[in-house]
């Protein structure tokens, strides 16, 4: 097979399979001859997937099952057979917010439902004195970034439409925004937390993996007519993307890959930087405090690379509480259907069980029951915060 490609992506970590599968040469040795485009917007990149410009990209997983159900766009079906990344976003605050959380929190800050807390008396705070709501940048309405926000901010009441503002910015945007106080706080995927941290303008407040233990991210998208006529473009992009992952977490290899994204057309930033990423220690203060996860980024390990239903229900849930989808049990069976384990179990294998120390609802949310991908209705009964 010798096909050319075209795929679309956005400066971020969580390309790293995608980037390394092409500049490794993993993608030719499937037959592949890809020319990656990299993208601002996820507007632009779901935009040149659906009309065909891309044959496949680096998505936000809610995206692809936005796009699948005409929510918010016109209706393109598509498909997920490999996950790009489990988690690898994180919350970052301005100094000045930080300050704030931390006194209202008694100095504590490390515990997601204690920082939402002391988010409600800020909020309450600032609505005494007549001062303007707090804005939060996310990177898309259909985005992980926007539902884990207000996960984190309704556990403790805070209304995210009612309480704060939040608005939409490009990933590669949110630093200058905040710099500039268009914002006083954002959550998006590495390295641009790393990058405020490094330039004294943010504090990383919380990662991502401190609310939901595992929560898809990105996915690679194709559309559905194009997996169903290039059923072996699709096979082979698979492979490539098993090697790259493989290779991204072989911890020995983490330097070529920090290089290799570091590249000025593909993420843009410091190698050091992004390879804080990829080890799962992060500065997350100007003082040069350290944190570090084992879950900050999930590439491959732990059966991070296969598509689980499970996650795209539990994203067309909160596309349910925030008023974006209606409740049907069909929506539910065409968000889950987005995600294809069978595609990549047959190109790949079927994997190992999931070691242990995973969640079992799949999930593993910081507050609420374990969720039931069954049963949507139940989820939102329990969340006093949503749209009715």
Same mark, same amino acid.
């Given at each position: 097979?010798?096909?050319?490609?075209?795929l679309?992506?956005?400066?971020?970590?969580?390309?790293?399979a995608?980037?390394?599968a092409?500049?490794?040469?993993?993608?030719?040795d499937?037959?592949?001859?890809?020319e990656?485009?990299?993208e601002?917007s996820?507007s632009n990149?779901?935009?040149?997937?659906n009309?065909?410009?891309?044959?496949?990209?680096?998505?936000l997983?809610?995206?692809a099952?936005?796009?699948s159900?005409?929510?918010?766009?016109?209706?393109?079906?598509?498909?997920?057979p490999?996950?790009?990344?489990?988690?690898?976003?994180?919350?970052?605050?301005?100094?000045?917010?930080?300050?704030?959380?931390?006194d209202?929190?008694g100095g504590?800050?490390?515990?997601?439902?204690?920082?939402?807390?002391?988010?409600?008396k800020?909020?309450?705070?600032?609505?005494?004195?007549g001062a303007?709501?707090?804005?939060?940048?996310?990177?898309?309405?259909?985005?992980?970034?926007?539902?884990?926000? *207000?996960?984190?901010? &309704? @556990?403790?009441?805070?209304?995210?439409?009612? /309480?704060? #503002? !939040?608005? $939409?910015? %490009?990933?590669?945007?949110?630093?200058?925004s905040?710099k500039n106080?268009?914002v006083d706080?954002?959550c998006?995927?590495?390295?641009?937390?790393?990058?405020?941290?490094?330039?004294?303008?943010?504090?990383?407040?919380?990662?991502?993996?401190?609310?939901l233990?595992?929560?898809a991210?990105?996915?690679?998208?194709?559309?559905?007519?194009?997996?169903?006529e290039?059923?072996d473009?699709?096979?082979?992009?698979?492979?490539?993307?098993?090697?790259?992952?493989?290779?991204i977490?072989?911890?020995e290899?983490?330097?070529?890959?920090?290089t290799?994204?570091?590249?000025?057309? *593909?993420?843009?930033? &410091? @190698?050091?930087?992004?390879?804080?990423?990829? /080890?799962? #220690? !992060?500065? $997350?203060? %100007?003082?040069?405090?350290?944190r570090?996860?084992?879950?900050?980024?999930?590439?491959?390990?732990?059966g991070?690379a296969?598509?689980?239903?499970?996650?795209?229900?539990?994203?067309?849930?909160?596309?349910?509480?925030?008023?974006?989808?209606?409740?049907?049990?069909?929506?539910?069976?065409?968000?889950?259907?987005?995600?294809?384990?069978d595609?990549?179990?047959?190109?790949?294998?079927?994997p190992?069980?999931?070691p242990?120390g995973e969640?079992?609802d799949?999930?593993?949310?910081f507050?609420g029951?374990?969720?039931?991908?069954?049963d949507?209705?139940?989820?939102?009964?329990?969340?006093?915060v949503?749209?009715r």
């Open positions: 097979m010798n096909k050319r490609l075209r679309g992506f956005i400066p971020l970590a969580d390309a790293a995608l980037i390394v092409v500049d490794k040469g993993f993608c030719a499937e037959g592949l001859d890809v990656l485009i990299r601002v996820w990149v779901r935009d040149k997937l009309i065909g410009l891309f044959d496949a990209a680096h998505l997983a809610p995206v099952i936005a796009s159900l005409g929510l918010g766009h016109v209706k393109v079906p598509i498909v997920a490999f996950n790009l990344g489990l988690n690898g976003n994180a919350i970052t605050v301005s100094p000045a917010l930080n300050a704030a959380l931390a209202a929190a504590d800050l490390a515990e997601p439902m204690r920082s939402a807390r002391a988010l409600a800020v909020v309450a705070a600032r609505k005494a004195r303007e709501p707090l804005t939060f940048g996310m990177t898309f309405p259909y985005s992980t970034h926007n539902y884990q926000l *207000r996960f984190w901010m &309704a @556990a403790a009441g805070v209304d995210p439409d009612e /309480d704060v #503002r !939040l608005v $939409v910015l %490009p990933p590669p945007y949110m630093v200058d905040l106080s268009h706080a954002f998006v995927g590495a390295p641009w937390n790393s990058v405020a941290v490094d330039l004294g303008i943010g504090h990383i407040l919380h990662f991502v993996s401190e609310i233990a595992r929560a991210e990105k996915v690679l998208a194709v559309r559905q007519p194009f997996a169903d290039h059923a473009a699709v096979a082979a992009l698979v492979r490539a993307h098993g090697r790259a992952s493989d290779f977490e072989t911890p290899n983490h330097p070529e890959v920090a290799i994204l570091a590249a000025p057309e *593909r993420i843009g930033v &410091a @190698a050091e930087v992004i390879q804080r990423t990829l /080890d799962g #220690r !992060l500065k $997350v203060a %100007p003082d040069g405090t350290v570090a996860s084992t879950r900050y980024l999930l590439v491959g390990r732990a991070a296969r598509p689980d239903p499970v996650q795209a229900a539990w994203l067309y849930a909160q596309m349910v509480r925030w008023g974006q989808a209606p409740l049907s049990e069909d929506l539910l069976a065409a968000a889950r259907a987005v995600f294809r384990p595609i990549y179990d047959a190109v790949l294998g079927a190992p069980p999931l242990a969640p079992e799949g999930i593993g949310a507050a029951p374990a969720f039931d991908a069954t949507i209705k139940a989820h939102l009964g329990v969340w006093d949503r749209r």
